[in-house]
């Protein structure tokens, strides 16, 4: 069965620094992974997805994840945090079934401090 | 821009009644998903639908029905809340079943059983 585990409930970097979210995936079969971020009170959008066209995905807002196999790790970074990347973010892996289903992550709240 | 509208923000019930949340989408969409949002569980899939009057059972269907009578709408039914059951709920589509397809969220309805 399909799995993600986000290694941190919580992340605190300050403005200008750089973010590094992890992520681990449990997957019978080669993955499609994703990455969402919550702002509050708002839905749920897409940050960016891997379909195994490239191991390095780049999303928008400056976050980038890359895909490595051998470590079964999907960790999101970005450069340079903004105060406006403070967030919930989830790591997504699609169920193998060809659902459509996604199974989430714990979520990881990134606080972003000036 | 796709959008997925929930008709309530904020939802105060008390034990026992009987609760419809309503999700409509408004760009065509054949799948539609009901997660329930739980601080360090992320989100958990209750019920999804592909076509209209076609449901699935997700991880947790227990205590919610759903309901899809039109292509755009989305039910979810809880026949007698309980407390157990305040939590937010999300509401997503996606276009067709593939494990690529993003979903798109509403804003969410936080519910609280009293």
């Known amino acids: 069965a399909q799995s993600v585990t986000q290694l941190d409930s919580h992340v605190s970097v300050s403005e200008g620094t750089p973010v590094l979210l992890r992520c681990n995936y449990s997957?019978?079969?080669?993955?499609?992974l994703f990455w969402y971020v919550q702002h509050p009170n708002k839905g749920l959008q897409l940050l960016l997805k891997?379909?195994?066209?490239?191991?390095l995905v780049k999303g928008i807002n400056g976050f980038e994840a890359e895909f490595k196999k051998s470590e079964t790790s999907f960790h999101l970074t970005k450069p340079s945090a903004h105060m406006s990347d403070a967030a919930e973010y989830f790591c997504v892996v699609s169920d193998a079934s060809n659902t459509g289903k996604l199974i989430f992550g714990q979520g990881t709240t990134l606080q972003v401090k000036p | 821009d796709v959008k997925v509208t929930q008709s309530s923000r904020y939802l105060v019930k008390r034990t026992g009644e009987k609760v419809f949340l309503e999700c409509v989408q408004d760009?065509?969409?054949?799948?539609m998903f009901w997660y329930r949002q739980d601080p360090g569980l992320g989100l958990r899939l209750i019920y999804f639908s592909y076509d209209v009057k076609m449901k699935e059972k997700g991880d947790i269907p227990e205590g919610y029905s759903v309901s899809r009578e039109k292509k755009e709408r989305f039910s979810l039914i809880l026949e007698s809340a309980s407390t157990n059951q305040t939590s937010m709920y999300l509401c997503?589509?996606?276009?067709?079943?593939?494990?690529?397809?993003?979903?798109?969220f509403g804003s969410g309805t936080q519910l609280s059983v009293l």
């Open positions: 997503a589509s996606s276009f067709n079943r593939g494990i690529y397809e993003k979903l798109f």
């Open positions: 891997y379909t195994s066209a490239a191991t």
């Open positions: 997957s019978s079969y080669s993955p499609s």
């Open positions: 760009m065509d969409h054949e799948n």
